[in-house]
């Protein structure tokens, strides 16, 4: 008769224990994306174009997308909550007003969302680095997802000060600057978190390698072209 009473606790116990674990887990890992986010763009708005207030370089949009690409969908929300809590903080402390922090936040968590959604859409988990087809459909999810959230900055740099240039002006460099950003370093996470998780052959190190080779390459063309 005791038995099943300690069991069901027991039960009981393991499953709390493992939420409490999730969630640590969860937390941890918005705090630590957050704090990369908002070393990133800390330094990006040094570079940023006092006509627009907008960056000219933004790596931090390769670092949440990598990330969620590489982690997957069970790391859709950490992610995305450190995204919005870094860049409100990074507004914040630049003096600008909180709707503004708001605007650019939920812009750059939708880019990430696009990005990594359409990724998971179309090649799910065997998305590698190591296909042709899987890098141009990765540049083309990048595409889109900055043009998306491209609308969301210009309204927020609109929010932020009077815009002295035209706003397709402002939304082109927007989409440059988090392209670029993107391909700069989205691609090493994701290589990271793939050598990690699985020793690759000789031959797949030789196809890794050449894929980046050629990221980087295309890298330098697009800066060359903005």
């Known amino acids: 008769m005791l038995e099943g009473p ?3 606790g027991q039960r009981q116990r393991t499953v709390a224990n493992n939420l409490t674990r999730r969630w640590a887990g969860s937390i941890g890992l ?5 704090l990369v986010y908002f070393l990133a763009a800390l330094l990006s708005y040094g570079l940023a174009l006092k006509s627009e207030g907008l960056a000219v370089f933004w790596p931090a949009s390769g670092v949440s997308s990598g990330l969620l690409i590489a982690l997957g969908s069970r790391a859709r929300w950490p992610v995305v909550s450190g995204v919005i809590v870094a860049v409100v903080a990074d507004h914040l402390i630049m003096v600008d007003p909180l709707r503004v922090g708001i605007a650019f936040a939920l812009s750059d968590a939708a880019e990430t969302l696009i990005i990594a959604g359409l990724i998971e859409r179309y090649f799910g988990a065997e998305f590698s680095l190591g296909r042709l087809r899987h890098v141009l459909g990765m540049l083309a999810a990048a595409v889109i997802g900055t043009c998306v ?5 210009v309204v927020a740099s609109v929010l932020r000060q009077p815009p002295t240039v035209p706003i397709l002006t402002i939304w082109e460099h927007w989409v440059t600057a988090n392209t670029i950003g993107f391909i700069a370093v989205a691609p090493l996470l994701i290589a990271l978190a793939a050598a990690v998780s699985l020793r690759p052959r000789s031959s797949a190190l030789v196809e890794g390698a050449a894929t980046l080779t050629m990221i980087a390459v295309m890298t330098v063309v697009i800066i060359s072209l903005s």
């Open 6 to 8: 300690l069991a069901h």
């Open 30 to 34: 918005a705090a630590a994306v957050g």
């Open 149 to 153: 959230s491209g609308i969301g900055g």
